[in-house]
């Protein structure tokens, strides 16, 4: 059970030990895309923070992460609707091809992407300059308001929105599987029969299959985030409680202090005391 939640080390930050989101789910119904992800994790203490469009930078953005790490971002949404996360998997082996005529990536690569790019295609045009020796044991999932998501680990993309994709859920195995090779966990499996069995793939269904997901114990679902793609809005829920969500509206936050952290546990009041007693 807690090899889905593995933490990732990345490379050149070694003091750091992070683990990526441990599920994903993008939907899209007619023109709307959400997409939930689940942050599981021993650190409680989780944030959020807006960085606004700069000299730089084309687009704002709001980026979730950790207190400890400063403004290192596990995941994040921008003001044009691009999204992405990481998720672990086992390692996968950098190929010398893969680093020809390209740079090391700096670690803030994917902030520098959100801050860039408004869509799929020009997030993976953004990144093609870079190998990203970071993200052995990791698989990166970028998603749009158009419809469009591509999946990509250390070597480049190994999977696009098929055709007649009506969902698409990943999770610690490899992407391009589409569904697992090997028997994998009953979350999972139910997550995927709930989304082939809904009639409407709405906030609703997306937040049930994360709350299917969600992991109790020494790993934690820190955080959970259901994006709204289309309207730039991120309803968050803290440690596993899917009744009470906190709602941001980027185009809202926009106006106010630039990267001001906002804490769960200050936006979730009484929740870890709740979850620590009922540990004990």
Known sequence: ???????????????????????????????????????????????????????????????????????????????????????????????????????????????????????????????????????????????????????????????????KEQFALISNFPAEEIVPQSPFDSSFTQAQALLEEANTLDTKVVTEVLNLCHQEGAVNSVYSNVFDLTNQRIDNYYLFDFSKPHTIHIQDISNGSASEKYYFRELFPGRLEEVQEQKQ
Request: glycine share 8%; proline share 3%.
């Open 1 to 163: 059970m807690y090899k889905r939640c593995l933490p990732l080390l990345l490379a050149f930050l070694f003091p750091l030990l992070h683990v990526w989101a441990c599920t994903v789910v993008i939907t899209w119904q007619g023109d709307r895309v959400l997409v939930g992800n689940n942050e599981d994790w021993f650190d409680t203490d989780a944030k959020y923070w807006y960085e606004p469009k700069g000299k730089k930078g084309k687009y704002g953005a709001v980026f979730f992460g950790f207190k400890k790490d400063g403004n290192y971002a596990q995941g994040g949404m921008n003001d044009q609707g691009l999204f992405f996360d990481g998720l672990y998997i086992d390692k996968v082996k950098l190929k010398a091809v893969t680093r020809k005529g390209r740079k090391a990536a700096p670690v803030h690569v994917f902030k520098k992407m959100l801050h860039q790019a408004a869509s799929v295609e020009e997030a993976l045009e953004f990144l093609d300059s870079y190998f990203i020796p970071f993200i052995k044991s990791a698989q990166i999932v970028i998603a749009d308001q158009y419809g469009d998501y591509a999946v990509l680990n250390v070597n480049g993309v190994v999977r696009r929105r098929l055709e």
